[in-house]
C-alpha cells in the first residue's frame, strides 16, 4: 500500500520566492496534517484538516504560510514569499480517527520535505 | 495547555541491554492517547507504541513496552536488548479529544546512540 506521498523532497530556492510543498494522503483517511521541524524549535504542528476543513491552524507562523486541501487526497503548504528562517523539514501526516471505535488515529507520516530558503 | 515534556536530551546505552526513555505529560483531557516514534539518521518517522489512557494494561510491541503510570503523568518508552539499529531520535506525543481535537502534540526528542 502506498504511504503518504510528499513533493518535493528537496527544494532550494531564494528569499522572496514562492513556495509550495505537496502531499497526498493515505486512501481512506480522514485526517491531515502538516509539521515543521528545526532543530531549535524540534516538530511543530502547523495546521491540520479533519474531512478537508481546516480545524486549528494557530501554528501557522504568520500570514506567509497558507495550507488547503481542496478534496481528500491532496493538501498543499504554500509560503509566500519564502525566508531563511523558514529552512525546515516539512512533514505531512494523515491518520483514520474514528472516536467511535478503539482505533489509535496513529499519524502515518510522509519522508518530509526538505526546504532551504537562501 | 497541553504539554509533553522529555527530560533526557541524550541517552547511551550497551548493546543489548534495556534502555528506559523518559516522557511526562499534562493535560486535563480525560481521554488521550500516548505515542512513541523513531527518528533514524534517515529522517522518516516511524511509530512505535501507542497507549490509551483508559488502557488497563501496559502497551508492548515486540522489543518495545511502555510503563503508563498515569497518576503521574508518565509514559516512559522501555526498549530491550538493544540494538545498534535503535539509535535514533524518539519522540513521544500525545493526541487529546476534546481539548486539543485530534491533533498530536511531540516532545523535545531524546537521542539514543547504542554502543557495541
Known amino acids: 500500500d502506498a504511504g503518504v506521498i510528499q513533493s518535493p523532497r528537496h527544494e532550494v530556492t531564494e528569499m522572496g520566492q514562492e513556495v509550495t510543498l505537496r502531499c497526498k494522503p493515505i486512501?481512506?483517511?480522514?485526517?491531515l496534517f502538516w509539521y515543521r521541524q528545526t532543530m531549535m524549535r524540534g516538530l511543530e504542528l502547523l495546521i491540520y484538516f479533519n474531512n478537508n476543513v481546516p480545524i486549528d491552524d494557530s501554528g501557522m507562523p504568520e500570514d506567509r504560510f497558507s495550507a488547503k486541501m481542496p478534496n481528500a487526497s491532496f493538501s498543499t503548504l504554500k509560503i509566500q514569499p519564502s525566508e531563511p528562517r523558514d529552512s525546515a523539514v516539512y512533514f505531512c501526516?494523515?491518520?483514520?480517527?474514528?472516536?467511535?471505535?478503539?482505533?489509535?488515529?496513529?499519524?502515518?507520516f510522509g519522508e518530509g520535505s526538505r526546504l532551504t530558503v537562501l | 495547555a497541553q504539554k509533553i515534556t522529555q527530560t533526557q536530551p541524550g541517552m547511551f546505552v550497551q548493546e543489548k541491554e534495556a534502555v528506559t526513555l523518559d516522557c511526562t505529560y499534562d493535560t486535563s483531557d480525560p481521554s488521550y492517547g500516548l505515542f512513541w516514534y523513531k527518528q533514524p539518521s534517515s529522517g522518516e518517522m516511524i511509530f512505535l507504541i501507542y497507549?490509551?489512557?483508559?488502557?488497563?494494561q501496559n502497551a508492548t510491541e515486540g522489543r518495545y513496552s511502555l510503563n503508563f503510570q498515569k497518576a503521574r503523568k508518565s509514559a516512559n518508552l522501555v526498549i530491550s536488548a538493544s540494538q545498534l539499529g535503535d539509535s535514533a531520535m524518539y519522540f513521544c506525543a500525545m493526541r487529546g479529544t476534546m481539548e486539543y481535537g485530534n491533533k498530536l502534540v511531540f516532545g523535545a526528542g531524546t537521542i539514543l546512540r547504542v554502543k557495541s
Open positions: 497507549q490509551g489512557s483508559y488502557d488497563q
Open positions: 501526516a494523515s491518520s483514520l480517527l474514528n472516536y467511535l471505535s478503539r482505533d489509535t488515529g496513529e499519524l502515518f
Open positions: 486512501s481512506g483517511h480522514n485526517s
